[in-house]
């Protein structure tokens, strides 16, 4: 009976606690998840972030469709992508009564890597990437020389995102002619540093990944130049994503938010994002989205 005191002291010392918490904005958690790709940038938003606020940042890697998942069944209010929201997508959270609105922040190129030691390719093009890469490839094109007779008769090993990755996406539909349309005996994985690892480490190896973990490593990688549509051979760069000439590889990256639900602190986080998003990103191997498209984020928040 004499506890009973102490204990309805402390619940009201806790309900206090929780109540200042939940009205300063620098005690609540930031919570982040989806493109590895993304990562980067927010983790570099969310060191200079920290040195200004407190708090809690937690940024989750679960690829951008792992992302959306969360996003549109209401688990988390933001997410990095790096494809846009697709139908599916976009039906599961109008389910739920989400509206979530996309803000992009960079621009990013997929860079296709081999090993520094590779010396019998330096370019390639879509079709050959089709080839390599498509469904029907899957126990006939397991050598170099099953591509080109004049390549080495060594079996290649491929390496790229996993399956709930937005740039595993991009590349499908893109190469291949539809999403999630590949060969399966693929080494993958949504983190994109176990790809440049393998990449890294193996002589006949191929893989893809953004520019920006490209960047980072490109000691230790070959990057191959692309044979564009119109015959022109382009090699992935900041200009060259810029201007859209390293093309069909190039694209943007995003943040998604559900703006309603959005937290004090979240909302804090995410202006401060879309207003340094630009100058981060070259910091951190993405090219920077233009004065027009910042501000056109900036207004997009404010409503």
């Not at 690892?197 to 692309?226: I, M, P, T, W």
């Not at 998604?256 to 630009?278: C, G, H, P, T, V």
């Amino acid at each position: 009976m004499r506890l009973w005191p102490f204990f309805m002291l402390s619940a009201a010392m806790l309900s206090a606690l929780e109540q200042s918490c939940t009205c300063r904005p620098d005690l609540e958690s930031i919570n982040l998840d989806g493109s590895s790709t993304v990562y980067i940038i927010s983790e570099a938003v969310a060191e200079e972030y920290q040195k200004l606020h407190k708090g809690r940042i937690s940024i989750g890697v679960s690829g951008t469709g792992g992302g959306f998942k969360k996003l549109c069944s209401g688990r988390i209010n933001i997410i990095g992508a790096s494809r846009p929201i697709n139908d599916a997508e976009k039906a599961l959270c109008a389910q739920n009564n989400i509206n979530p609105s996309e803000f992009a922040i960079a621009l990013d190129g997929i860079v296709i890597a081999v090993n520094k030691k590779n010396t019998w390719i330096n370019t390639i093009d879509i079709n050959t990437l089709k080839i390599i890469f498509e469904p029907n490839s899957e126990g006939k094109i397991n050598n170099w020389n099953d591509v080109n007779p004049k390549w080495p008769n060594r079996k290649i090993a491929l390496f790229s995102p996993g399956i709930a990755s937005g740039t595993y996406d991009y590349f499908t539909k893109t190469v291949v002619g539809k999403e999630h349309a590949s060969r399966g005996d693929i080494t993958s994985s949504e983190d994109d540093n176990v790809l440049v690892h393998g990449v890294r480490s193996n002589r006949d190896s191929l893989g893809f990944f953004s520019f920006a973990y490209y960047q980072e490593n490109s000691a230790d990688l070959k990057a191959l130049s692309l044979r564009t549509p119109n015959g022109s051979i382009i090699m992935p760069s900041p200009q060259t994503i810029q201007d859209g000439s390293y093309t069909p590889l190039s694209r943007a990256i995003y943040i998604y938010a559900d703006q309603n639900a959005l937290k004090k602190a979240e909302k804090i986080f995410m202006r401060f994002y879309l207003e340094n998003s630009a100058k981060l990103a070259p910091e951190v191997g993405f090219i920077a989205l233009d004065q027009k498209a910042q501000a056109e984020n900036l207004e997009k928040l404010s409503n």
